[in-house]
């Protein structure tokens, strides 16, 4: 059996390291060809040298020098900025794409890699938040099959099983609640980034963590999933779930709820993803419904955390709304992980962004980049606006 070779992008990240660690484990199988990372020169060296790759790329260029001399006289192709990484998307050769990076940047190298036909193992929201319809049809022309990594569209993905949309009467999308569910909004007035990073059952990045504490990351999930599973937004639901065993549901029209349950441990939709349509034995810890004992639901708390219901809003309007949405939100959650904007007032950031943003309709990817660099302005301005006091 030929091993599959494989690009990660985001590969010093929380997701991309556990990425690494599955394909580790099934060692004649797979076979890493290039690494992208964001500014971790040190981490990105070791694991170049540890896999042996072909190529690697850093988006900070000036750390370039720095992972070159750590990298020292091996052959390994070097690519840097911001189209580093789909220098590497497009390598020949490359079976399979792991995009795990954060943001907006994702966006190009999933649509070239989609336009190659190859094989996407997306854990990257963005892409498909801001150009969803352009990402999906050029995956049906090129016959690109894309498979989700995120715990809750994994969990759909295998609900499904390829049943028509047709049958579904709804998805629901199961959410923490993250580290402040049940918290009024006076007690939310002096969080900290270490108290919003803290999150109760899953292991993330900055920015994801950020978005679980304001349930933008949910919010992101609805209109990823709109797309991934071809679903009208009104029949796509989220339940709020503390114990993050079950990841996500199907309802049938007939009655039927099917769910999907695991350990709350990324490296198990990971290794789905990669293996996908195979089922293999894994070596990772599995769960034991016993030992837990109570599974628990309730419904969002929408009025204190609209961030969600900003994505069912900018999903229905169309156009250029979800990039705006997500724009403005990663404009907000870097200005609040900076100490520079108070955790409440990330959603006014957004409401803001969006309020001013012109939206356009059936947009084109190069509207798509236009709208993304307009609403950051305009997100920038609405984070001023507020320390003024105006």
């Known amino acids: 059996m030929r091993k599959k070779r494989v690009v990660v992008l985001g590969s010093t990240g929380s997701i991309g390291t556990n990425v690494l660690r599955v394909i580790e484990s099934f060692p004649q199988r797979f076979k890493v060809a290039g690494l992208g990372a964001n500014r971790n020169a040190g981490l990105l060296a070791e694991q170049a040298r540890r896999h042996g790759v072909r190529a690697v790329s850093l988006a900070d260029t000036e750390r370039v020098p720095g992972l070159k001399r750590l990298i020292g006289d091996v052959d390994v192709g070097v690519f840097e900025g911001e189209n580093g990484l ?19 940047v994702g966006l190009d190298p999933v649509l070239q890699a989609v336009d190659r036909g190859i094989h996407i193992a997306i854990a990257n929201k963005e892409p498909l938040v801001m150009a969803g319809e352009i990402v999906m049809e050029r995956a049906r022309k090129s016959g690109a099959r894309i498979v989700p990594i995120d715990s809750e569209h ?21 959410a923490s609640g993250g580290p402040f569910y049940g918290k009024t909004r006076d007690e939310l007035l002096n969080v900290t980034p270490a108290q919003a990073l ?27 999933a709109m797309w991934l599973f071809g679903i009208d937004v009104d029949r796509i639901d989220v339940v709020i779930h503390p114990e ?16 999907q349950m695991g350990a709350t441990d990324m ?3 990971i290794q789905y993803a990669l293996t996908y349509p195979e089922r293999l034995p894994t070596p ?16 969002p708390e929408r009025g204190m955390f609209p961030c969600m219901d900003y994505a069912y809003e900018t999903a229905k309007r169309g156009g ?10 990663e404009v907000a959650v870097a ?22 943003h012109d939206n356009m309709i059936e947009p084109t990817i190069d509207d798509v980049r236009q709208a993304d660099q307009e609403v950051r302005v305009l997100a920038t301005a609405a984070i001023e606006d507020l320390r003024r006091g105006s």
């Open 86 to 104: 789909a220098q590497l998307a497009t390598m020949d050769g490359v079976d399979i794409l792991v995009s795990a990076v954060v943001g907006a």
């Open 154 to 174: 994994s969990a759909v993905f295998q609900c499904l099983n390829n049943a028509p949309v047709s049958a579904v009467r709804r998805i629901v999308l199961t």
């Open 198 to 224: 803290a999150h109760p059952t899953w292991q993330m990045g900055p920015k994801i963590s950020i978005d679980s504490a304001t349930l933008m990351n949910k919010g992101l999930e609805i209109i990823e």
């Open 244 to 259: 993050s065993v079950v990841h996500s549901l199907v309802e049938y029209v007939d009655g039927s709820i099917i769910a």
């Open 267 to 269: 490296k198990l939709p």
């Open 284 to 299: 990772f810890e599995t769960v034991s419904l016993a030992d837990i004992g109570q599974l628990s639901f309730a419904r």
């Open 320 to 329: 250029t709304m979800p990039v705006a949405l997500n724009a403005a939100n």
């Open 335 to 356: 200005a609040f992980l900076r100490e520079e904007l108070p955790f409440v007032c990330i959603p006014d950031v957004i409401r803001a962004a969006l309020d001013r």
